[in-house]
């Protein structure tokens, strides 16, 4: 020191600037000292904390598929367009610099003098913590929001920012990669593989995405998603990130959601201090799900999609096709419909519009969801009834006109005129049946024995029971029990009503397919069989499929088979005599064995609120192998309405027999 002194004591402005560097030294050797030595510990444990994050990757869904092979629902590669946030710290750090206030000031003219430059210098402004994280952030809305335009630009396509959502990203998963723009066509692939210089950041990444190609063709059968990145059973539930995932909600995507959804897998990030990714490893691969094969024909369900339309654009019904050998269900249509994909890709307003209007119900399945009154569809079972309790199938019944319509029938029970529409004159059970007489099956019903005989073949078909379906969309339906005919509450009038398919009575689609196909295979009811099998996927070739048994008989109708002749022969006329309400249903070369309906439908207050359709058939008459039940709400009859539906329906099972091997119905019998 003694060197400097005579320097210091002249220039007053070194001896300043000695002791500034001085100071400074010990003041950068002070916060060596405390970050080497002090807080090793809490850096090492930060350290430690945010080095490894591990995601959970959602395994590639399995296919449902039809009965020949025919994709349903699958899952495809969708490319995304994301930015990977680590690639863009330095550019959030160069904005966050170009942002931040300064400040000028004047330097001592010795002291700009001894270190060079100008007297005239920029601080940055000294700013609170809340300030610079809001500097912070507008700082990485600009970059991404900037290099999202850039990207427009590129696609001609407009790209909207939303910066909450990137906010949310950032702080919950600011690791994985930002998704931009989801699910791109073809020619926006090619145009940003072509382009020779992408913004920092922009990538392409490829996920699966759940799609179904014949839209909303089966779609409450199929089922659609909704999203879920939730762990499952069996699953570590301790993940940092998750990739999206999605289960099912309704139909087959629900029942067999855990075959379908396959095992999740892993991978670890590591990470840095900021959070962002530095390297990634896979260390649980993930397991593709298995594909489920569904009993359905697509033919058969598009043909009665399209039948079932020709009634009107806004109809609201259900088409239900069995095999009634095997309960194979080869058609279940409930219009309308929604379109799966929009539960994955978003609802245009229109449809969800649709969607959520209170009369159309699309979400409803109408084929198993919702139970009507059946109406003079459930005359065969009181006909059964009646015959087994000593019905002479060909003793005449008259029926007398109305009063105040001569030219209609009509019959009392005590005081209460039930009317008939069906002319008056003499009825033998085929001509009551084709004209669907009601005075005539009232009269019989109330014949000692048949009501008791009507509810046992009711509880041998487990009308008012579940099914138990995959679907989670069913409804047990109603039908008296022996301890309610029997109470002192029943009356004749709910003896009349239940005669003609009214009062306490209300069924689904499907299970009258189940009570047709028993009528048509000598009394077997047999179990619907929705899924005919499931596969393993391709990467396991060699585990063998799951098979699921076919023709399951649920319970048997203790009938006499002469009865059940009987009765075949009067639904057949009531497709092919020219008084038959049925006839609109029938296909030359096809013969249709048939019932109609037109049921009312009440209220909660009792009061009439519109009329249910239906069409009951089988076919063919001399070897039947097909089942089915038409419904349609607020139809004009079920002869108008319904029977047509049918027509085409057995047009195509008549091409489907003519071009397929027949399975002989001996394969099914014990």
Not at 118 to 124: D, E, G, L, M, N
Request: hydrophobic share 40%.
């Amino acid at each position: 020191m003694q060197i400097l002194d005579p320097i210091l004591r002249e220039d007053q402005s070194l001896r300043w600037l000695t002791r500034g560097m001085l100071t400074g030294l010990g003041v950068l050797l002070g916060g060596l000292w405390w970050v080497q030595i002090a807080s090793r510990h809490t850096y090492q444990s930060q350290l430690e904390v945010q080095a490894i994050r591990t995601v959970r990757v959602p395994a590639v869904r399995g296919k449902i598929l039809d009965r020949h092979g025919v994709v349903l629902a699958d899952s495809r590669p969708a490319f995304t367009l994301s930015l990977y946030l680590e690639e863009l710290s330095r550019e959030f750090r160069a904005e966050y610099q170009r942002l931040r206030p300064v400040r000028v000031v004047r330097r001592n003219v010795a002291w700009a003098g001894w270190v060079g430059g100008s007297s005239v210098v920029t601080q940055s402004v000294r700013l609170s913590r809340d300030q610079i994280e809001l500097l912070e952030w507008q700082a990485r809305t600009r970059v991404v929001s900037n290099a999202i335009h850039q990207l427009s630009g590129i696609l001609h396509h407009e790209i909207p920012f939303d910066a909450e959502r990137f906010r949310r990203h950032f702080l919950t998963q600011r690791a994985l990669p930002f998704p931009v723009l989801m699910n791109l066509r073809a020619d926006q692939v090619a145009r940003l593989a072509e382009y020779p210089m992408l913004p920092p950041g922009a990538d392409l990444d490829v996920q699966s995405l759940r799609v179904y190609p014949y839209q909303a063709t089966a779609a409450h059968l199929v089922g659609y998603l909704t999203r879920d990145d939730r762990s499952w059973e069996g699953e570590d539930a301790d993940y940092s990130y998750r990739m999206p995932d999605f289960r099912g909600v309704v139909g087959i995507e629900a029942g067999y959601d855990a075959v379908l959804r396959g095992r999740a897998g892993a991978k670890s990030v590591l990470v840095n201090h900021l959070g962002y990714k530095q390297a990634e490893q896979v260390w649980n691969p993930t397991e593709p799900g298995w594909h489920v094969v569904l009993t359905l024909d697509l033919r058969i369900q598009q043909a009665a999609e399209q039948a079932l339309l020709r009634v009107g654009a806004n109809v609201r019904g259900a088409v239900v096709v069995m095999d009634v050998h095997s309960g194979d269900v080869l058609a279940m249509v409930s219009l309308p419909a929604p379109n799966p994909n929009h539960f994955i890709s978003g609802f245009p307003p229109g449809e969800y519009r649709r969607l959520m209007d209170e009369t159309l119900r699309p979400q409803i399945n109408r084929a198993t969801q919702e139970h009507y009154p059946p109406g003079s569809i459930l005359k065969p079972l009181v006909a059964l009834a009646a015959l087994e309790c000593g019905l002479d199938p060909a003793s005449r019944f008259t029926v007398m006109p109305d009063p105040a319509r001569p030219d209609r029938g009509c019959i009392y029970v005590g005081n209460r005129k039930i009317r008939d529409t069906a002319p008056p004159g003499d009825y033998d059970l085929r001509r009551a049946l084709l004209r669907s007489s009601n005075s005539y099956f009232v009269h019989w019903g109330l014949r000692p024995g048949v009501l008791e005989r009507l509810v046992q073949l009711g509880q041998q078909l487990h009308l008012g029971q579940p099914f138990g379906l995959p679907t989670r969309q069913e409804t047990a339906g109603v039908f008296p029990t022996f301890a309610q005919v029997q109470s002192a509450s029943w009356r004749h009038g709910d003896t009349a009503n239940l005669s003609i398919g009214q009062g306490p009575v209300a069924v689904t689609p499907l299970q009258m397919a189940v009570v047709t196909a028993a009528l048509a295979n000598g009394g077997r009811v047999l179990w619907p069989r929705l899924v005919d099998r499931l596969e393993p996927p391709e990467l396991h070739p060699g585990r063998a499929p799951q098979r699921f048994p076919a023709g399951r008989v649920r319970d048997r109708l203790t009938l006499r088979p002469e009865h059940l002749r009987v009765l075949h022969e009067a639904m057949l006329a009531d497709t092919e005599d020219p008084e038959g309400t049925g006839r609109a249903a029938a296909v030359p070369g096809f013969r249709v064995c048939g019932k109609t309906g037109t049921a009312q439908m009440m209220d909660a207050e009792g009061r009439l609120r519109g009329y249910t359709t239906w069409f009951i058939g089988f076919a063919p008459y001399e070897q039947p192998r097909y089942a089915l039940a038409v419904m349609v709400e607020d139809g004009g009859s079920g002869g108008a309405t319904c029977a047509p539906v049918a027509r085409e329906v057995f047009r195509a099972l008549q091409q489907r027999a003519q071009h397929e091997p027949v399975e002989l119905a001996a394969r099914f019998l014990p």
